[in-house]
């Protein structure tokens, strides 16, 4: 079974929600935050003429090249989804990819409910979801061992992209005469898929006419603890106060090799069979990660406000901003795990199984099936992108346990990919950077939208500390809300912040749209 930060992966991404809650949200694990998947496969299609369109979850595939460096390797089935409800001849076409997750259940991002829509709406476009290799069921070999995935890079997923518009003839009327020198493409893409909408139009500016990146992580961090500052910066005071107590009690034990201190702890957690005291604080992470979760439309019965009340409401009564302190800190949240959390987290899976990750031979390294999309995306981690998500380094407030540190990921790099690794990798982030720009990325007609709450902010155009001006070619737009906020329709309807950049993104779509001639 996954540890701890991936087990629940599947459980955040595969509910299901109605089609008017289109709301981004997330999931729990330490992958970058996910699209949701909305089902729309009962949702009728039909053109202002009355056409009726077939139903958006219709799955279309496209022969892409396995190797575009050698296309003598041959081609895969590549899966794709559209919509071409607000179509008219001469408008665009909108293309997305999910990222890292499988392409299914992602019919709402065709739709006016979305970013992607909402462009093609406006300016009578079309709208495409191009399923990312290696991930769901668009996948050059039929498994997912290291040697199937040394084709699995940054620079094989913008091809991808660049050669799906160049020679896909879209299923739609006049589909076969939408290739980029007859019409205006546009790429749209939230979190990594923002950041590969970005570094693809860069390195492509005569295929993609015009770029939307919501949240795009264009600096990629192999000691990603940033994350966790907005995180701290934005859950009640009080809450980050108490977390703050208790990790840097663990990480004081810890230092002082104080077993009986530390096994006292997992007790009382009802942990105290794990093995390992990095895999104990890899769990108390979770709670800081179901911040992932967070929208303007999220509700208070969300699992991290539950996690805040526990440690905070204490008799009816809140704490002060100061919390109540350590000792009912560890009470409180162990309480919690062992009432509430275990079972959301584990359901009645041994805590070694669920959260362990120092067996070598546990599924979670070995499975090298295809839909395995957590493997996809740890081989991304190792090798090109990092963010691997520690503490922070010693002298910053921590709400993380320091004993997260990368060589936690590299250990797990060996034991997911022997046959690649031999010793424990540093991924390529510095050449990452330096190939697409990383922070200083300088590239024509892309609209960034980043979160003020982001977790992820540190990795985006907005990190503290950047300061980027604001240009008609490259216009950097916030919201007060969280990662991806500004993606969803429903979003903009409960924060203005939310609508003020959607309405900015799409008047700077009309605008240069505009300009485009063939």
């Keep these: 079974m996954a540890p701890s930060w991936l087990s629940k992966f599947l459980l955040a991404t595969l509910l299901s929600t109605s089609i008017a809650e289109a709301a981004i949200s997330t999931s729990p694990w330490r992958g970058l935050p996910r699209l949701p998947r909305v089902d729309v496969a009962e949702r009728s299609l039909a053109r202002p003429d009355g056409t009726e369109l077939p139903s958006l979850a219709t799955v279309y595939q496209f022969d892409q090249l396995i190797d575009h460096t050698n296309p003598k390797l ?50 009578n476009g079309a709208t ?27 620079e094989q997923a913008m091809a991808d992209l660049v050669n799906f518009a160049k020679t896909a003839d879209l299923p739609m009327p006049g589909g076969d005469q939408v290739k980029p020198n007859q019409a205006p493409w546009v790429l749209v893409g939230r979190s990594y898929a923002g950041a590969l909408a970005s570094w693809t139009k860069l390195k492509n500016p005569t295929v993609f006419y015009a770029a939307y990146a919501s949240s795009a992580v264009v600096e990629t961090i192999t000691n990603f603890y940033e994350l966790f500052n907005p995180i701290r910066d934005n859950m009640p005071k009080n809450c980050s106060a108490d977390v703050e107590a208790v990790i840097a009690y663990l990480d004081k034990m810890y230092a002082a090799n104080n077993n009986t201190a530390l096994q006292s702890l997992k007790t009382t957690f009802g942990l105290g069979n794990l093995s390992h005291i990095a895999d104990f604080a890899a769990a108390l992470q979770n709670n800081l990660f179901d911040y992932q979760l967070m929208q303007p439309t999220t509700g208070p019965g969300a699992m991290f ?11 009816g009564v809140s704490a002060p901003t100061s919390g109540w302190g350590l000792q009912h800190a560890i009470q409180a949240w162990g309480n919690f795990w062992n009432t ?94 330096k190939e ?64 003020r950049v959607q309405q900015a993104g799409l008047a700077y779509m009309k605008t240069w749209l505009a300009e485009w001639h063939a």
């Design 74 to 123: 041959g081609t895969f089935k590549q899966r794709f989804w559209m919509n071409w409800e607000f179509y008219e001849k001469g408008g665009p076409i909108i293309l997305m990819t999910p990222g890292e997750a499988d392409g299914d259940g992602y019919g709402a991002y065709l739709t006016n409910q979305t970013m992607n829509g909402m462009i093609a709406q406006q300016q």
């Design 128 to 154: 495409v979801i191009l399923e990312h290799r290696f991930f769901g069921s668009s996948n050059p070999y039929n498994n997912l061992t290291s040697q199937s995935l040394e084709v699995l890079t940054i």
């Design 340 to 433: 509430t959390y275990y079972a959301y987290y584990c359901g009645t899976t041994d805590a070694e199984d669920c959260i362990g990750s120092y067996d070598p031979n546990s599924s979670f390294y070995t499975d090298v099936s295809v839909g395995n999309v957590w493997r996809s995306w740890f081989w991304m981690m190792c090798n090109q992108v990092g963010f691997y998500q520690t503490g922070p380094p010693a002298g910053q407030p921590a709400i993380s346990s320091r004993i997260i540190n990368t060589a936690f990921f590299e250990r797990q790099c060996v034991d997911m990919f022997p046959q690649k690794f031999t010793k424990p990798p540093t991924p390529s982030t510095a050449a990452t950077n």
């Design 436 to 499: 697409y720009g990383g922070w200083d990325i300088k590239v024509d007609k892309v609209f960034f939208a980043t979160g003020l709450r982001d977790h992820w902010r540190d990795s985006t155009l907005s990190a503290d500390g950047l300061h980027h001006a604001n240009t008609s070619s490259q216009p950097i737009y916030e919201t007060d809300a969280y990662h991806g906020s500004d993606m969803s329709t429903a979003n903009g309807l409960v924060d203005p912040s939310v609508l």
């Design 305 to 315: 406000y539950q996690f805040c009340d526990a440690l905070e409401v204490k008799d």
